[in-house]
């Protein structure tokens, strides 16, 4: 039986699923202390325990997308924040390549943010 997280992926439609894959993908690649968890019925990402990202599809749309937890402390015009007050997401057009430098360096934002020297 497969875990609640791995179904989410497994029940999207191609190319939708392909590209959540791949992102699921570089996520997990950025940092060893980023873990996928299921929290709140959609797969979270957190870096040491503590929520950074997500993935989700929209669905008026019919596309993908990363949601940043902390987003409104990142400033990309690639990130769009909508009616959200704190986070901001990034939509993916599943039928085209992924933006992969842009994800990685939005990535590398996301995980200054938890890491105590940014703080201080």
């Given at each position: 039986?497969?875990?609640?997280?791995?179904n989410?992926y497994?029940?999207?439609?191609e190319?939708?699923?392909?590209?959540?894959?791949?992102?699921?993908?570089m996520?997990?690649?950025?940092?060893?202390?980023i873990?996928?968890?299921?929290?709140y019925?959609?797969?979270?990402?957190?870096?040491?325990?503590?929520?950074?990202?997500?993935?989700?599809?929209?669905?008026?749309?019919?596309?993908?997308?990363?949601?940043?937890?902390?987003?409104?402390?990142?400033?990309?015009?690639?990130l769009?924040?909508?009616?959200?007050?704190?986070?901001?997401?990034?939509?993916?057009?599943?039928?085209?390549?992924?933006?992969v430098?842009t994800?990685e360096?939005?990535?590398?934002q996301?995980i200054?943010?938890?890491?105590?020297?940014?703080?201080?």
């Open positions: 039986m497969l875990r609640d997280i791995d989410f497994m029940v999207q439609d190319p939708i699923k392909s590209c959540l894959l791949a992102l699921r993908s996520i997990l690649a950025q940092d060893n202390d873990t996928a968890v299921w929290k019925r959609m797969p979270f990402f957190c870096y040491k325990g503590k929520m950074c990202c997500y993935l989700w599809v929209d669905k008026k749309r019919q596309c993908p997308y990363l949601g940043i937890v902390e987003g409104d402390k990142i400033e990309h015009t690639d769009i924040k909508e009616k959200r007050s704190r986070m901001k997401i990034m939509l993916f057009d599943a039928n085209d390549d992924l933006p430098q994800i360096y939005i990535l590398k996301v200054a943010l938890y890491q105590p020297e940014a703080r201080s």
